[in-house]
Nanobody, 127 residues
C-alpha cells in the first residue's frame, strides 16, 4: 500500500531553518507530482510548494517564495522542503501529497486533486 511519511518538523526560533523530508513507498514515484501543504490552527489547508515528476518545474506560494525550496530525489523516492528565514506565521502542520494526474497547467494548488497524503509533521516557529 501507498505510504507518505513526513519527518523533520519541530520547534525553531524565528529566523531559523528546518528541512522536512517525505519518504514515499508503494507507488511509482516518478509518476507523481509532489507537493507540500500546510494547515495552521483555525485555517484552511493551503499549498506551500510543489514539484513536477522530473523535478524540473516548481511552484511556491507567494508567502514562502525566496525562503523555501522544494526538491525531489527520484532515486530515493523522497521529496524535501528546505525552509529558511522562518516566521511565526509559518507555524502549521505540514503535509506531503502526491498527484498522479498529468496537468497541462502544472502543479495544482487544490488539495482535493491529490491522491495520497502523509500524516503531517508539526512545525512551530517561536517569536
Amino acid at each position: 500500500q501507498v505510504q507518505l511519511v513526513e519527518s523533520g518538523g519541530g520547534l525553531v526560533q524565528a529566523g531559523g531553518s528546518l528541512r522536512l523530508s517525505c519518504a514515499a513507498s508503494g507507488l511509482t514515484f516518478t509518476s507523481y507530482a509532489m507537493a507540500w501543504f500546510r494547515q495552521a490552527p483555525g485555517k484552511e489547508r493551503q499549498i506551500v510548494a510543489g514539484i513536477n515528476r522530473s523535478g524540473g518545474s516548481t511552484y511556491y506560494a507567494d508567502s514562502v517564495k525566496g525562503r523555501f525550496t522544494v526538491s525531489r530525489d527520484n532515486a530515493r523516492d523522497t521529496v524535501d522542503l528546505q525552509m529558511n528565514s522562518l516566521k511565526p506565521e509559518d507555524t502549521a502542520v505540514y503535509y506531503c501529497a502526491a498527484d498522479r494526474q498529468v496537468r497541462l497547467l502544472g502543479i495544482s494548488t487544490a488539495p482535493n486533486v491529490y491522491d495520497y497524503w502523509g500524516q503531517g509533521t508539526q512545525v512551530t516557529v517561536s517569536s
